[in-house]
């Protein structure tokens, strides 16, 4: 299902193409109760803490090198299964945001082979489902809890709106770092490493203009690539320990807009330091 979201809203992966770059993780230190997902190439299982409140999702997969969960917060009396056929239904360009009516993507992930990703996340009362790459599907319910735990407070935030990132522009390798959607559409926090910030600044121009896939913008790459959080409703929050080597980072958007381009295309871009 994760991978059918990508498919139908994001264009990171074309961008990763356009840098040349490889997939990575951040991860998060456990803190809070663990709400796990274990996944495999054809099947998700949650399992842990499913009260509201702050959880440390905690996620795996066997079978596969990787995959990328996503949970989904259901409207009151919508489905799981009319989620999944409205992403069938949309077109190779059509706005992740059309599944607005449906719920809340509240958190979106990756997990690698042979090792536990986290992700802090706070999660409302209501029915939910997990996605996964391979089209698993799994539901399960968010109980009230009478003392719902807060997210710990994050060492630094980065914030999307529509269209654009604010916030810290340097952090610190192993701190922990909130990414927040404040914009009134769907947006994402990929990264992508660059050689030098004026390298980020000609890659930002490059690919705004819409020079992806073709070598121009690869030669500013550095191989380090991957996502902070994907794609995110309004109002969700996902923070974790970020682990990348020390450089610098264009932090993008490669959700689709209305008329077809991508958001970095219309300058959702932000150059991050990340220091010792």
Known sequence: MTHALRAAGIAGTT???????????????PSLPTLDI???????????????GAVDVAATVSGEATDSP??????????????????SAFGPNTPLDALDPYGQIVYDGTATRGQTTHAQVYLQPGNYAAFENGNGVATFTVTA???????PAPA??????????????????????????????????????????ADARKAEALLRAGEVGHGQAKKYGTGVKGQFAGPLSHGAVQQEVVNE????????????????????????????????
């Open 145 to 151: 809890s009478a003392h719902p735990l807060s997210l």
């Open 245 to 276: 080597p020390p450089g610098y980072y264009v932090i993008y958007c490669g959700m689709n807009a209305e008329d077809g381009r991508e958001h970095f295309q219309l300058g959702m871009f932000r150059t991050l330091r990340i220091v010792k």
């Open 70 to 87: 996503a949970l989904f917060r259901l409207n009151t009396g919508v489905t799981a299964a009319e989620v999944g056929a409205a992403v």
């Open 156 to 197: 630094a935030t980065i914030t999307a709106i529509d269209f654009a990132f604010h916030g810290a522009a340097t952090i610190h390798d192993g701190q922990l770092v909130r990414f927040q959607n404040d914009g009134w559409l769907i947006h994402m926090f990929a990264f992508a490493g660059v050689k030098s910030l």
């Open 38 to 52: 274990a996944m495999t190439p054809t099947s998700i299982a949650v399992s842990g803490a499913t009260v509201s």
């Open 15 to 29: 961008l990763a193409a356009g840098l040349g770059l490889l997939a990575g993780q951040s991860a998060a230190s």
